[in-house]
């Protein structure tokens, strides 16, 4: 009887883990193209931080910061976690990050995360990325390997960036913050701070910026950063775009150069959360730095970005959408060419912190938000 009762009791938990908690639900939200329709696809998500498409409708993976990786349904279905998900350091801003698809995912099924991984000096942290292969039932990462480490390992529970962005030549790009140890940005024998290029498998590409120079880390493509949290290929034109956040103030968007120095910490619009001057700062510009596309002077605190090219919602062609945690808002950027020329803030009714957006394969909106009972929605014109 214990263990008929055992079995219906798990049977259950299967059934109600495969299902929606709750059925679709639309709003009507204003904005300056006309009505939003934000439909929830599904809650019950404890902090997610990114999602990733599967090809041909088969849902989209989302990450959970404590370490969960789950398919959810267009339907809002989600799946048990997934197994062969490394371990991560989940505390403070730690945990599971990042989730995106070989560009070749049709032909070799990998998956690709970034995390915050421990073992370093005193307990310290720090981001890592590795890559496994998806079973074809999709609950499981198959044969998952590192394929790059942060060195040193310096966090103590902040600053680990960690977006993940191919480019068209199938370079892999991943955002590093500088761990809350501000000088370690402008330090090319650290990977603090940095933006890094590496080949899918981990290795570095020979013409890296700074390759073969003594005391200098090859995988370096740019440096200067502070927390990068965001970043996309602009469609139009290839070009990496990542944002990050200031200190208190100076959140910022780059376009990101081979080889730039992108400023922090003797570069920034923001101060110190004393309220104090950054001690290392010189002002908003420094010699030998590169300047942001936008800045906002008083923190968004921003996150996940995505560029929209889709044709189904014409009014949205040319921008960018960004996540905002600290003021719970979709900011939408409207550019032309590489200046933002004029900035809405939307879904403020939501009252959530969002952290990731991505255009879907649908022409829709979907963003994520940071919460313990995390939500997907997709949004529309």
Request: hydrophobic fraction near 35%.
């Amino acid at each position: 009887m214990l263990r008929k009762t055992l079995l219906a009791t798990l049977c259950t938990s299967a059934l109600i883990t495969s299902m929606p908690l709750l059925a679709a639900q639309t709003q009507q939200m204003p904005s300056e193209q006309g009505t939003l329709k934000v439909t929830q696809v599904t809650r019950g998500l404890v902090h997610p931080w990114a999602l990733a498409f599967l090809p041909d409708q088969q849902g989209m993976l989302v990450t959970e910061r404590a370490g969960d990786l789950r398919v959810v349904s267009a339907d809002g279905k989600r799946s048990a976690p997934l197994s062969g998900v490394p371990q991560v350091w989940a505390k403070g801003q730690g945990g599971l990050l990042d989730v995106v698809l070989s560009p070749q995912f049709k032909v070799d099924r990998m998956v690709y995360l970034s995390y915050a991984e421990g073992g370093g000096e005193d307990g310290k942290a720090g981001t890592a990325v590795g890559r496994g292969r998806l079973s074809a039932d999709m609950m499981a990462l198959k044969d998952f390997r590192v394929i790059f480490r942060q060195e040193p390992k310096l966090s103590t529970s902040n600053h680990f960036g960690s977006r993940l962005v191919f480019d068209r030549d199938g370079y892999l790009f991943i955002t590093l913050g500088e761990n809350n140890v501000r000088e370690t940005a402008q330090d090319l024998d650290k990977l603090q701070g940095k933006v890094v290029r590496i080949h899918p498998d981990g290795q570095v590409p020979k013409d890296n910026p700074f390759v073969g120079q003594a005391g200098v880390r090859p995988e370096i493509w740019s440096y200067g950063q502070r927390n990068p949290q965001g970043a996309a290929l602009n469609p139009w034109s290839g070009e990496l775009w990542e944002n990050e956040h200031g200190p208190r103030g100076g959140d910022e968007i780059n376009l990101i150069e081979r080889g730039a120095n992108y400023g922090w910490p003797t570069a920034t619009h923001g101060i110190d959360y004393s309220g104090l001057p950054i001690p290392e700062a010189r002002g908003t510009t420094a010699e030998g730095t590169v300047g942001p596309l936008h800045v906002w002077e008083q923190s968004p605190a921003i996150s996940g970005m995505a560029f929209y090219d889709a044709d189904r919602f014409k009014a949205w062609q040319h921008n960018l959408f960004i996540g905002a945690l600290a003021t719970r808002e979709l900011i939408r950027l409207q550019l032309e060419g590489d200046k933002v020329v004029h900035e809405e803030r939307l879904l403020g009714e939501l009252k959530a912190r969002i952290r990731d957006v991505r255009q879907g394969p649908d022409g829709y909106l979907y963003v994520l938000t940071d919460e313990d009972d995390g939500a997907l929605y997709k949004v529309g014109l």
